[in-house]
């Protein structure tokens, strides 16, 4: 595993505990430094990092405190505070 790769399964740590302990602007600067870590080293985020965050605002999604998150046929619907919709694929 390359540092880049490492360094963003810490930020996604990091940013998981402070959403949790409620300092989501934390969490939410945690989550733009992993996506640019990604950025600059070509890098995919990891699935499990893309579906807890809000492409639109770059929180940290926690399914009933600021995420809504309802099953469909075939799919998963994961509405942030802001607006945005995510929609997933059952796996």
Do not use: W
């Not at 810490?10 to 505990?17: D, K, S, V």
């Not at 499990?48 to 009933?64: E, H, I, S, V």
């Amino acid at each position: 595993m390359s540092v880049a790769a490492e360094r963003i399964d810490r930020l996604h740590e990091l940013a998981r505990e402070a959403a949790r302990t409620g300092d989501d602007e934390l969490a939410r600067r945690y989550v733009r430094r992993a996506r640019r870590v990604a950025e600059r080293n070509r890098l995919q985020l990891p699935r499990r990092f893309k579906r807890f965050t809000c492409d639109a605002c770059d929180a940290y999604l926690l399914p009933g405190r600021n995420a809504t998150v309802r099953t469909r046929t075939g799919h998963v619907v994961v509405r942030c505070d802001c607006g945005n919709l995510a929609r997933y694929p059952y796996d």
